[in-house]
């Protein structure tokens, strides 16, 4: 391969590497592969090479100044776009448009539109091409490395070419072990981590007992949906819905969500608290934001490629020669056989409808060639664990480092998804671990619940329920309404950045949005966290707090402002329904 500047850096070059379609019969064609690498600083001393997730994500562009490729001195650092993903992505019609609802008709469409093909779009296939790409590095081992589903190709690729490893990076660990499609390891984690969210008096004043809130909606959604009034991201209030048949795999969506955002699993047990006591509003909100990402584009995420990859990697209780309905029928009674415990405090039917095997019923291919829980390499080996991580959980990691000889497990209490691209104290492990040094296996447990993803509460539905706040009566009720939206909007930020809004919705209408270059002020536009009270007007970033006068429109004649920090005080004052208002800002 030709390195070649191409990214406006000249810290990075892009390549391009033919393999075959067919690895064992390359007169069928080529598939360009699209490189990136990183040169290391000072004397070389290895490469390591880093698979992304998935399946079907690209693993390009290449940050020169992310926190792994600035932490590991001599090592170049490369990246590529695996078969099927970025500019050589796996494509069809029924998948990739806007609108595409991944119905089973749509999937099943989706393999006819790809054909034959999708046979060589494996794991096993992509360990064939990474080990062209070593060749093609010319060196005699990598040091190879994966997030979530790449530390199954990774783990893939080192039982298949043990002596071209130097070393092993697992971050966020699949155990080929779980792989049936029915995802035992997310279902046996989750009374674990919601017990752990709220450990240490988390969700004091939110809910005594997360899992039994869960357990309560899941079976008011059992045979109808909660339906009430929620609010769109824009802040429009219509009606909304979650759960019911048909929609059973709306709630644990709604959890796993937040394996990926911390903002997101910090509203996640107020929200099913007001669920389980009748208010819904805060879950349709919750569901807003985890909805509103869209499908991304192609070239960042192949969902023919996930079908074609996953559906072959996964050992599904049927064969490829079964019809749809044998499926269907095979995968309800594998989950009755694992029972009710199992899922708790979901249902057979939750865990069922969000499923891996659930998502495959319709693809025609099913375990072409999975691989074969097995030892790894006796290579130096780290491994990463979110303790806040669903798809991936810690069980996962030590499962996988017990069949290593050399592994250290590094875990982060209070993280979910991806630890290296995230956590400064990931990356420095992997440079510990390149450079021979002793990897401290306790280096991430300082990033707890209470730093990542603190709870937060869910608003009250009515004034009426609110104690007053800084004044009596009707007033206090509105002023605390008032604060509680703003302290929401400020504390929901990082839950709208995650779902790539400039802002967060109100749970019962408006909007909050930031402005300026680093967030220096947040405009809220008839915000309404609680029924009847709405906020408006702008809060400045000074130092480490906000200023400001928001105007508080509230029942009756209850209507007023606040201001926040005025003068450097630390306090919420103004008037409310001609009503002064003093009210710490703790």
Not at 313 to 328: I, L, N
Not at 390 to 408: G, N
Request: charged share 15%; glycine share 12%.
């Amino acid at each position: 391969m030709r390195f070649a500047n191409c990214t406006g850096t000249t810290r990075v070059g892009c390549a391009t590497l033919s393999v075959p379609l067919d690895h064992a019969d390359p007169s069928k064609g080529a598939i360009p592969l699209h490189i990136e690498r990183r040169r290391a600083k000072g004397t070389p001393k290895g490469v390591l090479v880093m698979l992304a997730g998935g399946p079907g994500q690209a693993g390009t562009p290449l940050d020169p100044d992310g926190i792994v490729p600035a932490a590991i001195p001599g090592w170049d650092y490369v990246v590529l776009d695996q078969r099927g993903t970025g500019d050589s992505a796996l494509r069809c019609a029924a998948l990739d448009a806007p609108h595409a609802t991944f119905s089973n008709t749509e999937i099943a469409t989706c393999a006819a539109q790809v054909g034959s093909n999708r046979a060589f779009y494996t794991s096993r296939d992509s360990v064939l091409d990474i080990e062209n790409l070593r060749v093609a590095l010319g060196v005699p081992r990598i040091a190879l490395g994966g997030v979530s589903y790449g530390t199954y190709v990774a783990q893939y690729y080192a039982q298949a070419f043990p002596d071209s490893v130097s070393h092993l990076v697992l971050d966020s660990v699949v155990d080929p072990a779980t792989m049936s499609g029915l995802a035992p390891q997310t279902w046996a984690a989750v009374p674990g981590m919601l017990t752990a969210l709220c450990a240490k008096k988390a969700c004091s004043g939110i809910t005594t007992n997360p899992v039994g809130d869960v357990a309560r909606v899941v079976a008011a959604t059992a045979d109808a949906p909660l339906r009430g009034m929620g609010t769109t991201t824009g802040g429009r209030m219509v009606r909304a819905e979650i759960g019911g048949p048909g929609a059973q795999g709306d709630l644990p969506g709604l959890l796993m969500v937040g394996d990926l955002s911390p903002g997101m699993r910090a509203l996640y047990p107020g929200a099913i608290n007001a669920a389980a006591r009748g208010d819904a509003a805060p879950l349709f909100r919750l569901a807003a934001l985890a909805n509103s990402g869209g499908s991304p584009p192609v070239t960042e995420i192949s969902s023919a490629l996930f079908f074609a990859t996953e559906c072959a990697d996964s050992t599904p209780p049927w064969t490829t020669a079964d019809p749809t309905g044998v499926r269907t029928a095979s995968l309800g009674q594998a989950f009755a056989d694992m029972g009710d415990a199992a899922v708790a405090p979901f249902s057979i039917a939750n865990a069922s409808s969000a499923s891996p095997a659930e998502a495959c019923i319709a693809w025609p291919d099913a375990a072409t060639d999975p691989l074969t829980p097995a030892p790894l390499p006796a290579v130096p080996t780290l491994l990463f664990a979110g303790g806040q991580d669903l798809r991936t959980p810690t069980a996962s990691a030590r499962a996988v480092a017990a069949r290593s000889p050399s592994a250290a497990v590094v875990v982060a209490p209070g993280w979910g998804h991806d630890l290296t691209d995230n956590l400064g104290c990931a990356a420095t492990q992997v440079a510990r671990l390149l450079s021979g040094r002793t990897v401290q296996t306790g280096a991430c447990s300082r990033v707890t619940v209470a730093i990542t993803m603190a709870p937060f509460p869910a608003p009250a539905a009515t004034v009426g329920a609110l104690s007053p706040m800084g004044a009596k009566g009707n007033a206090g009720r509105v002023a605390h309404a008032a604060r509680f939206s703003i302290q929401d909007g400020l504390h929901s930020l990082s839950a709208g950045t995650d779902a790539g809004l400039g802002g967060i919705p109100g749970v019962r209408g408006g909007f909050m949005r930031v402005s300026g270059m680093l967030g220096q002020t947040v405009r809220f536009r008839n915000f309404s966290d609680t029924a009847g009270v709405r906020i408006s007007g702008a809060l400045n970033a000074v130092e480490s707090h906000f200023e400001g006068r928001l105007t508080v429109d509230g029942p009756g004649s209850l209507d007023g402002y606040l201001d926040l920090a005025k003068d450097g005080a630390r306090r919420y004052t103004g008037v409310i329904g001609g009503v002064a208002i003093n009210i710490p800002l703790g």
